[in-house]
């Protein structure tokens, strides 16, 4: 019962609370104008450009995490570290945060890279990204203090607000995301305690997060953090081009949209459905995009970065499934 129960908090709960929330947000909205603005309005060019830089954003975090395993005395395959990230992402996609745990699975199939160790150095990773989206945070900010202001004000159903959405649909988003938030903590910190538990574990754990200060080149892990970021940013801003109606927008209309995506996605629901279109359209309409164009622009982005998502996935699986068969 305890794992049917666990079983369901991990993998049915993110589900459901993104598809609640995005039948919330697009309740209203005209699905038969989706296939018109793909045909006949979408550049293409513009998206497949997009898409390059997201393919471009996978592979370089699969060569950044080879510079956190050299110090452990690891050299895995390349290829297999940029496998292990496909494979990573799109298992987000069917139980959120499960990915760091899959992806150093399969260097310790393929490359015999302990499991533990490698965590650890995941944990590093993800620290430094965490600084890296706290600094783009700070610029977008800086720059857009005025609109991310409105967004706050809004969105919180205040006095003076415009409601972008109704607020009680704001306060009920709000709620159900903060209870995702605190039941992934919950399930954390079981996880942790349990480690605690074990001291050999624990040792090793700490091993590999410290290899982050050992490494020799820290220059290039420097060069190739701002890489993944950018590729991340121009992953979503080049999609402002695809469309007639976003490609007036500005690069730092980009960045704070970009930022509070990223923001949102924070909620374990998959690849951050849900608050993700959530954040992304009430900010658009702040820059005077019509609420159906936003639900349009979010709805297409979010849908083809999901799908290169699981295809990236299932080439990792195959390719991996591939090189432990020959």
């Known amino acids: 019962m305890k794992k049917i129960l ?3 908090l991990k993998t049915l709960l993110p589900i459901a609370l993104g598809a609640v929330i995005l039948w919330w947000i697009y309740r209203d909205f005209d699905f038969s104008q989706v296939s018109a603005v793909v045909c006949n309005e979408m550049n293409l060019w513009w998206f497949a450009l997009s898409t390059i830089f997201g393919v471009l954003s996978h592979m370089v975090r699969g060569w950044r995490w080879l510079l956190t395993l ?23 996609l069917v139980v959120p945060r499960v990915g760091e745990v899959s992806r150093c699975a399969v260097l310790d199939r393929c490359d015999g890279v302990p499991f533990v160790q490698s965590l650890g150095t995941v944990v590093a990773e993800r ?31 205040g006095a003076g607000s415009t409601q972008i959405f109704s607020s009680i649909t704001n306060i009920a988003i709000t709620i159900a995301s903060a209870a995702a938030i605190v039941t992934l903590g919950y399930f954390i910190i079981r996880k942790m305690a349990l480690l605690a538990k074990i001291k050999s574990i624990l040792l090793r754990f700490w091993e590999g997060m410290a290899a982050l200060g050992k490494m020799k080149n820290f220059k290039l892990f420097f060069i190739e953090t701002v890489a993944i970021w950018f590729c ?14 976003s490609s007036g927008l500005s690069m730092a209309a980009g960045l704070l949209l970009f930022v509070a995506g990223s923001v949102a996605v ?9 608050p993700w279109h959530f954040a992304i359209i009430s900010m658009m309409v702040l820059y005077g995009v019509s609420q159906s164009d936003a639900g349009m622009f979010a709805l297409i982005v979010h849908t083809s970065q999901t799908a290169l998502v699981a295809i990236l996935g299932v080439i990792g699986l195959m390719m991996v499934k591939k090189k432990r068969i020959v």
């Open 6 to 8: 666990n079983l369901i």
């Open 70 to 92: 050299e110090p452990l005395g690891y050299r895995p395959s390349t290829a297999n570290c940029v496998y292990a990230i496909f494979i990573a992402y799109g298992a987000n």
């Open 127 to 157: 620290l430094i990204d965490t600084v890296m989206v706290l600094t783009l945070v700070v610029a977008a900010l800086a720059m857009q203090w005025k609109i991310f202001y409105t967004f706050f004000v809004e969105a919180g159903g």
């Open 232 to 245: 991340y940013f121009m992953q979503f801003y080049l999609c402002f081009f695809c469309f007639p109606f």
């Open 266 to 274: 924070v909620v374990p629901t998959p690849n951050g459905a849900g």
